[in-house]
Nanobody
């Protein structure tokens, strides 16, 4: 039973930073890629970036490379999304999920947490 708990979202001003956490359970965390997705109102859930089981990072959303980075702590079954230089276009609910291999396509992921809201506004 895959389970994900996202946290760390909140309200931040443009240019600010947030660090999101994703605590996973129900599977062998270290053996899977972890992807971060986001969904804004009226838009489909989009892949943002992913970290493989060997710590390779792939970016899927244009404009986040250089601002966002993903990491993982296998001992804690936790993945992180560090977001810097946030802008209002980053406002969305952020989700994490696991896949055999990194993918920015949401259908490669079967289970999702509740997500954590990130709001970037003045």
């Amino acid at each position: 039973q895959l389970q994900f708990v996202e946290s760390g979202g909140g309200l931040v001003q443009p240019g600010g930073s947030l660090r999101l956490s994703c605590v996973a359970s129900g599977f062998s965390f270290h053996a899977y890629a972890i992807g971060w997705f986001r969904q804004a109102p009226g838009k489909e859930r989009e892949g943002v970036l992913c970290i493989s089981s060997s710590d390779d990072i792939t970016y899927y959303t244009a404009g986040v490379k250089g601002r966002f980075t993903i990491s993982r702590d296998n001992a804690k079954n936790t993945a992180y999304l560090q977001m810097n230089s946030l802008n209002p276009e980053d406002t969305a609910v952020y989700y994490c999920a696991a896949s055999d291999l990194c993918s920015g396509y949401r259908y490669y992921y079967s289970s999702w947490g509740q997500g954590t809201q990130v709001t970037v506004s003045s």
